[in-house]
C-alpha cells in the first residue's frame, strides 16, 4: 500500500510550544501535502510541497521534505488551542493519476 | 464562494434498508472523490471520477456500494442493503484536474455520518 503513516499517533502540548508531526511513505511521489481535520468536519488542505522542494512555509507552518528518506515532518510553532485537531499526510501517484494517499493521522491536543 | 456540500449531515437507518449520499462538488472542479473514514480503517478512498466518469473505483468495497455522477455538479453513493458495518463517515471531495506534475488540494465537505442499526 503507498498509504502514509504519521507519527507520533497523538501528541499533547502546552499552548505556545511547537507541535512536530513526522510522515512517512512507500513510493516515489511528486508532491506531499498536509491537511487538518477539526472534529466533525471534514479535511482542510493546509500546505502543498513539491518532490523537488525541501522546505515551505506558510504563516506558523513549517514543512519539510526528504524523498531519500520518505519522509516529511509538519512543524507548526507557537502552537494555539484553536490548532487542536487531526493532521494528515497525502501523496499523490507518480503515475499521474489524480488520487491521494492519506495517511494515519496524528491527533494534536493544544492544553490552554 | 460555497464549498462541496453534502447531505445528509447524519443518517440513521436499519440493515437492508437503502442508502443515498450526495454530492455538490465545488463548481468548476472536474475530479470528484469519494471517502469512508472509520477508526479501525483511517480514510479510505472508495471512487473518484474525472470528468464524470469513473476512473478507480477499485476501493468500494463490494457490489452493495455503487456510485454515479450524472452531472459536473452533483454525485451519489448509495449502498444496497445496507449492513451495520457499513456505518462510518462518508466524505466527498473536489479538486481541479491535475496538470502536469502538479498536484491539487482536494476540498471536502464535511461528510455524512451513517449508521446502521
Known amino acids: 500500500s503507498q498509504q502514509g503513516e504519521e507519527d507520533p499517533q497523538a501528541l499533547s502540548i502546552q499552548e505556545g510550544e511547537n507541535a512536530t508531526m513526522n510522515c512517512s511513505y512507500k513510493t516515489s511521489i511528486n508532491n506531499l501535502q498536509w491537511y487538518r481535520q477539526n472534529s466533525g468536519r471534514g479535511l482542510v488542505h493546509l500546505i502543498l510541497i513539491r518532490s523537488n522542494e525541501r522546505e515551505k512555509h506558510s504563516g506558523r507552518l513549517r514543512v519539510t521534505l526528504d524523498t531519500s528518506k520518505k519522509s516529511s515532518s509538519l512543524l507548526i510553532t507557537a502552537s494555539r488551542a484553536a490548532d487542536t485537531a487531526s493532521y494528515f499526510c497525502a501523496t499523490d501517484a507518480e503515475t499521474g493519476a489524480n488520487n491521494l494517499f492519506f495517511g494515519t493521522g496524528t491527533r494534536l491536543t493544544v492544553i490552554p | 464562494d460555497a464549498g462541496v456540500i453534502q447531505s445528509p449531515r447524519h443518517e440513521v437507518t436499519e440493515m437492508g434498508q437503502e442508502v443515498t449520499l450526495r454530492c455538490k462538488p465545488i463548481s468548476g472542479h472536474n475530479s470528484l472523490f469519494w471517502y469512508r473514514q472509520t477508526m479501525m480503517r483511517g480514510l479510505e478512498l472508495l471512487i473518484y471520477?474525472?470528468?464524470?466518469?469513473?476512473?478507480?473505483d477499485s476501493g468500494m468495497p463490494e457490489d452493495r456500494f455503487s456510485a454515479k455522477m450524472p452531472n459536473a455538479s452533483f454525485s451519489t453513493l448509495k449502498i444496497q442493503p445496507s449492513e451495520p458495518r457499513d456505518s462510518a463517515v462518508y466524505f466527498c471531495?473536489?479538486?481541479?484536474?491535475?496538470?502536469?506534475?502538479?498536484?491539487?488540494?482536494?476540498?471536502f465537505g464535511d461528510g455524512t455520518r451513517l449508521s446502521i442499526l
Open positions: 471520477f474525472n470528468n464524470n466518469v469513473p476512473i478507480d
Open positions: 471531495a473536489s479538486s481541479p484536474t491535475r496538470g502536469g506534475t502538479g498536484g491539487q488540494p482536494q476540498h
